[in-house]
């Protein structure tokens, strides 16, 4: 089961989530927490795998706890789930270290795949805000030329462009009929290649240098 910690400053929310998470047998709720220190707080005792975040929150919000949850526990994936979809939240929460970004209308059976699928390295971005994200991040990153070492064998894109979509390195090599060891070498390389560290900002640089369609 995919241990979750729950962090939303409404208790009517929490508990709703609570009960919609605990009802699949794929899902725990370790512990419910109000502001992104409280969070914080929690994640020694309840040892989370993914922590489902909100942003605007009182004390410490979900952008702040999302960067200091990474820092100190960066195996710790974090889902952010909110009512925002402003461009400055979404580069902000990207940007902190976010494993995938929704909003609170997701239907409950979309939030529990989303859940799992982090857990497991994939990244789910609302389909609504994945476009708004992505121009944000372009608008905000200084204008550069392709690094000189930035070229990218054909069965790296094929690979890139799988990722982009939120593959996991298994979900790749079943189709791409390799073994899942020979993808996360691939990917290894794909990250050098790109100058990044996590599959997120692989996703966002193919896309601000055109090298997969979001349209697609």
Partial sequence: MIKVLICDDQVIVCEGLQTILNASPQVEVVGTAHD????????????PEVVLMDL??????GIIATRKIKEKYPEIKVLVLTTYDDDEWLFDAVRGGASGYLLKDTPPAELIEAIVGTASGKTFIDPNVAG?????YSEKQPAKKLP???HL??????????????LSNAD??????????????????IFKKLGVSDRTQAAV???RYGLVDLDE
């Fill in 56 to 61: 605007k929150m009182p004390v410490m919000n």
């Fill in 172 to 189: 790749i090599a079943n189709q791409l009929y390799l073994t899942e060891g020979t993808v996360r070498n691939y990917t290894s390389e």
């Fill in 148 to 150: 000189t070492n930035f």
């Fill in 153 to 166: 064998s054909e069965r790296e894109t094929d690979i890139l462009e799988l990722l982009a979509q939120g």
């Fill in 36 to 47: 992104g220190s409280d969070a914080l707080e929690q994640i020694p005792a309840t040892n």
């Fill in 132 to 136: 708004k994200l992505f121009h944000s």
């Fill in 205 to 207: 640089l193919a896309l």
